[in-house]
């Protein structure tokens, strides 16, 4: 997928111009902007970007310019990415389970800091440099997320005290990461992570170099804008209370940093009494709606570029291939007057949409337009 080289003023302009009949991407450099320095300007430590959210060259290269860093990455082939498209910025490598070919690769790519969850896995690191970072991924039945990551990944509070005295014993620098889940409505797993923490290093002995809130911030996907610094702010204050010589702070966002920068812009191929068919789905920029509830951020426009308004009904929605699972799990509310060749643009799509893209039946986004610098 390519970013086209010619700019557009607004989405709307572009599908006017181009009444295009496959799926686009549109990519605001602007809004990436904002929400990099609401980060940068408001989280009180390192903010560094979970590549696999979006994992588009400019993407990185746009958070880099912007002043992000470091880069979370799980696999050679984002550390290669990253390299690219931010060179001189730090690699954290924090998938828990590597080959021993993917341990050589994160060396030979200079990955900062490391993080483990098992004591086999610990022992694979052996051979990395005396000093470098490693960080015990701690786990804890949390709800509140869009979906549990713990389910995976993570050492139980016991676990993390061994892996911790071990860390340090092999002569590495020991810190603790964690991440809450994806979406996470309230501060509050990323309160009680912060207080257990202190309790696993307080119990090894050991006393951390950094401490990694994770990811899992909250973008735009309802009612109203969430509110991070609210979030930020009960990260600062909880870590300062549990902690006698608090460790510096990480985050590793990707959701929250990468969703203002895409708009889905999708076609209606026909419309058929209560159901609507699109040019993409499921196996395209809308992948994760099979997931995660649906957002709320969808309007329509005539293939003219203006808006279409008008009391909506709900309608099931089905995505192009010919597949039954390609529709969306819940009725969308949709102005009643929509009609084929119309189109539908879904705000907020940056995070896990067009990094899930599939070239199942012919059909997927292949195209990005960037809008001009002016929202
Ligand atoms: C996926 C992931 C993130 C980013 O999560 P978001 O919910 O997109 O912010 C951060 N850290 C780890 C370890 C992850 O696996």
Redesign the pocket.
Known sequence: MRLDPTLSPTPEAWLAANAPDEPVFFFHRARLMEVAREFLEGFPGLVTY?V??NPAPEMISALHAAGVTAF?VASPAEMTLVRAEAPGAALHY?NPVRSAAEVAAGREAGCLSWSVDRMAELEKLAGLQEGTEIAVRLKLPVAGAAYD?GAKFGATPEQAVALLRRVAAMGFVPSITF?PG??CASPEPWARYIVEAAAVARSAGVMLHRLNV????PAHRDAGRPNLQAIFDIIRDTTFGAFDIPPQLVC?????LAAEALTLAVRVKGVHDEAVFLNDGVYGGLAEWRDIAPMDRVRAVRRCGTELGGPKIRRVVFGPTCDSIDRLPETLPLPGALAEGDFLLFEGMG?YSRALVTGFNGYGVRRVVEIENQD
Do not use: S
């Open positions: 979970a696999k959210a979370d924090h990551f991440h994806t979406q994770g990811g899992g911030f590793e966002p990707g959701r929250a995070a």
